[in-house]
């Protein structure tokens, strides 16, 4: 119970009761001014016993903010606004000191050889736990809050508010910056917490708002830090807190798009912003935000941190990187749930969109690269038919098996998703399109007497279509002959996603010419073409960028964009190559091919960008592993669709 300023003239006393520990604190003011100061621990009050309750926290009983404010800076509104996040920034902070460990966010952002110290998770916790002793007032450390709009770092710096740590005092004033109301990024606790029992919320949403944004400020003090060094701020954000846990982060990557010019916090040896050590992510205020927002929004959302989860994907694998992918799983006795998508690089999946449609060599004219898409074609449909045990379909049929026998339990069941049609091969405005990938367009300028542009022509988009269609039969032929063999269970199912991006989400779904063919603005297209942008759903857009941003900013510290040799790169990389180290092949060849060709010139004006530190170079973007990798891939929404399709057939089984 906490009676604070009553008749707004400051001239109360206030007597605070916290029955968690049943000690009773009282505050004083000697004069009109408002100036006073507190008594010492009255100690206990001999209160009645009380009965524990359950409420709506997550605890018997719910601790209760205190906060005070020393001006009228804060409306009436925005104050009681501020209560309010502050009392689920204090739920927020006695919830992560509890289940500090809950989810992945512990081991997520903090770095490998802090969390090896055998104290470290007790003393995290601890900081929590300062914090909300901070926020319950008292004695200890008292909390107050003003709205000034007007100081240097509301205006100049654009923070979100700040935190005045006056530790002497045992008093801290968080202050309130405009944008914290206005940002449309920030948001109110409640509008999550009205919403996470039927969706799941995305981290980097929850993570920006309010009572998260309050825990960061509050671990800019000494108090919270158990009278350490206070937390400062070498990173923002998702992306760049991941990569400073993982010793990854230049933090020039991101001063570099801050305003005035930020204090140098991980020098290089010139004295310049440089890479910090994972070791700082333990001082990092957003770090402390991140896990707390982790931890508390999961346990109130539809998301059960007691499920645990492994990933095994690795993109570019074929059957023979999936044996790997099984031997090194360590736990199949607690797996109950696994989904696998496999068989599209085992055809040649990007031969086929290298020779069939992008055709991004110059080099070579339209006969020779006509003549390699036919032979890709060839290839793909004689393994996808061979019957024997060099065939597709059996080796399908045996990758499936050995995970059913890696896990062993009869509860275990696997879900292969399908592939999906990537052409509406019935309309007609596509013929007169090319997804070339140097001369994209709808009526391109004639290409003569090299003719490397190739048309989206019925007859080819209906090949390609047919190929992606046989690759299902095979697919769903090998569930079958998996569950016949593993004893007539009906342990592996088949994940059909044709129906969802039949309805109007593939390319050439323009009948009637309602728009033409590339079309990077339409939402409804949930495939990605060479350096398309994401489409815009629960933060998907904003997440592809900061990726991007850090892979530019990886590719501007090495200095230099490096290719493999031209002559041997391709016999290199083996049987199970990474994307990326096939693309950068790939561009070597198509330069060695064309020393005056597009690809040259970019190259040369990308290494030209690079050299002068141009962040916003599009030269550069051509050569970043998500741009390099997507093609022809699903866009966010179209990732929500398999998501879908799978909890409808994992439904319609019986687990969930």
């Not at 006056?166 to 008093?171: D, F």
């Not at 898409?373 to 061979?386: G, P, Q």
């Not at 063999?485 to 593939?506: I, M, N």
Request: hydrophobic letters at 35%.
């Amino acid at each position: 119970m906490n009676f604070g300023a009553l008749g707004g003239q400051h001239r109360a006393d206030i007597i605070q009761v916290i029955p968690r520990t049943n000690l009773a604190y009282i505050s004083y003011n000697k004069c009109p001014s408002g100036s006073g100061g507190d008594d010492a621990n009255m100690g206990d009050p001999e209160l009645p016993a009380y009965t524990p309750i359950t409420t709506g926290c997550g605890f018997e009983v719910c601790p209760l903010a205190a906060i005070s404010f020393p001006d009228t800076s804060c409306t009436t509104e925005r104050q009681a606004a501020i209560i309010l996040e502050l009392q689920s920034t204090l739920e927020m902070a006695v919830d992560t000191e509890a289940n500090l460990q809950r989810g992945v966010y512990f081991t997520k952002f903090f770095d490998e050889g802090s969390r090896q110290n055998e104290d470290f998770a007790a003393n995290t916790a601890r900081v929590y736990g300062n914090v909300a002793t901070m926020l319950q007032g008292g004695p200890a450390y008292r909390v107050t809050a003003t709205c000034d709009s007007s100081t240097k770092y509301c205006t100049k710096i654009g923070w979100y508010a700040h935190m005045n740590d006056n530790a002497k005092g045992k008093v801290g004033r968080v202050n309130f910056c405009e944008k914290f109301w206005t940002d449309s990024e920030i948001v109110s606790t409640d509008s999550i917490l009205s919403t996470c029992k039927t969706t799941v919320p995305d981290l980097r949403v929850v993570q920006r708002t309010r009572s998260a944004i309050l825990l960061h400020e509050m671990t800019h003090t000494s108090f919270a830090m158990s009278f350490g060094e206070k937390t400062r701020d070498y990173a923002y954000g998702y992306t760049f807190c991941s990569l400073l846990a993982e010793g990854e982060f230049d933090r020039s990557c991101m001063t570099s798009q801050m305003k005035g010019r930020p204090k140098v916090m991980c020098p290089d040896l010139s004295g310049n912003e440089g890479n910090c050590m994972a070791s700082m992510s333990v001082k990092n205020a957003d770090t402390y935000a991140f896990v707390a927002a982790g931890v508390w929004y999961s346990g109130k959302s539809v998301n059960d941190a007691n499920i645990e989860y492994v990933e095994k994907v690795c993109s570019g694998d074929t059957l023979t990187g999936l044996t790997g992918q099984i031997n090194s799983w360590s736990n199949p006795e607690r797996a109950s749930i696994a989904t696998l998508s496999i068989g599209g690089n085992d055809v040649g999946f990007s031969s086929l969109l290298r020779y069939c449609v992008i055709t991004p060599n110059t080099g070579p004219s339209g006969s020779a690269n006509r003549a390699n898409c036919v032979a890709s074609e060839k290839k793909a449909t004689d393994y996808m038919l061979d019957p024997g045990t060099t065939g597709l379909r059996y080796k399908l049929k045996e990758a499936y098996l050995s995970i059913l026998r890696k896990s062993g339990h009869d509860y275990f069941h696997l879900y292969i998703t399908s592939y999906v049609n990537f052409f509406n091969a019935a309309t007609s405005d596509c013929a007169d399109t090319t997804f070339h990938y140097w001369w994209a367009g709808y009526k391109p300028s004639s290409d003569w007497p090299m003719n490397r542009i190739v048309y989206l022509s019925t007859d080819l988009r209906s090949e390609l279509n047919t190929l992606v269609t046989q690759l299902n039969t095979v697919i769903a032929g090998a569930i079958v002959d998996a569950n016949n063999e593993y004893g007539g269970s009906s342990q592996v199912h088949f994940v059909d996603l044709a129906p969802a991006f039949a309805a109007g989400h593939r390319w050439c779904e323009n009948p009637n010419g309602e728009f033409h063919e590339p079309d990077v603005s339409r939402a409804d297209t949930w495939l990605f073409l060479s350096a398309w942008k994401d489409t815009s759903i629960e933060s998907a857009a904003d997440v592809t960028d900061a990726v991007e941003a850090a892979e530019v900013a990886t590719l501007i510290s090495s200095g230099n964009i490096s290719l493999p040799d031209a002559g041997s790169c391709y016999a290199a990389l083996g049987t199970d190559p990474d994307p990326y180290a096939y693309a950068m092949c790939q561009v070597s060849i198509s330069i060695s091919e064309d020393p005056a060709g597009p690809e040259a010139m970019r190259y040369q004006a990308a290494q030209a960008a690079i050299a002068s530190g141009d962040y916003n170079s599009q030269d550069i973007a051509g050569y970043l592993p998500t741009r390099q990798i997507k093609t022809f891939h699903p866009r966010s929404p179209g990732m929500v669709a398999y998501r879908d399709a799978l909890l409808g057939v994992i439904e319609g089984v019986g687990q969930l």
